[in-house]
């Protein structure tokens, strides 16, 4: 598949301002291997390829398991999440998914036993942002297999 348009180099704009969203999420406070199996979860829900890629690299760089990234789409049936990112991922789902359910209360509720307030808007934020970072991929035909992973103390915006 050809890119259909470079949209961060037609739209330096619109690009800074969604690395912008990524600097915030950099130092909130949320846990950085937190935000990235968010990123991986909702765009494996997306179908991002490029996403998916860069994600999957990005935590194993950061030293994540091959066993909780292979199970992570089952996370729901599998032991080893701990609860703080089963609400983490059970968030991230119904906020990508928001047309079918609209956030269940249950949702939100076992995130707010796991989350304050500000960490719930952050985690939030952290959906929304790599739900766009997706939809321009996809909507653009980014191609995915070219990312390297972030270094140590480097992240990356999407």
């Known amino acids: 598949m050809e890119p259909r348009i470079h949209f961060t180099k037609a739209s330096t704009g619109a690009y800074n301002a969604m690395l912008g969203l990524g600097k915030y999420l950099e130092h909130c ?3 950085p291997r937190l935000l990235d199996l968010i990123k991986l979860r909702v765009s ?9 890629d860069m994600h999957w690299k990005d935590l194993r ?3 994540e398991t091959e066993q909780r990234l292979y199970g992570l789409d089952a996370w729901r049936e599998s032991p080893y999440y701990t ?7 059970a968030w991230a789902e119904a906020v990508t ?3 079918v359910d609209h956030v ?19 985690l939030t934020l952290g959906v929304v942002t790599i739900n766009g970072w997706n939809r321009l991929s996809i ?5 995915p297999g070219t990312c390297q992973p972030a270094g140590a ?4 915006a999407a």
């Open 29 to 31: 406070g949320l846990e």
């Open 44 to 52: 494996q829900i997306n179908g991002c390829a490029y996403c998916i």
């Open 61 to 63: 760089s950061a030293g």
């Open 83 to 89: 609860d703080r990112e089963r609400a983490a991922l």
């Open 97 to 99: 998914l928001v047309n």
């Open 104 to 122: 269940p209360d249950e949702v939100f509720e076992q995130a707010s036993k796991q989350f304050s307030e500000k960490e719930l808007v952050d």
């Open 139 to 143: 909507s653009f035909r980014v191609t």
């Open 153 to 156: 103390g480097q992240r990356k």
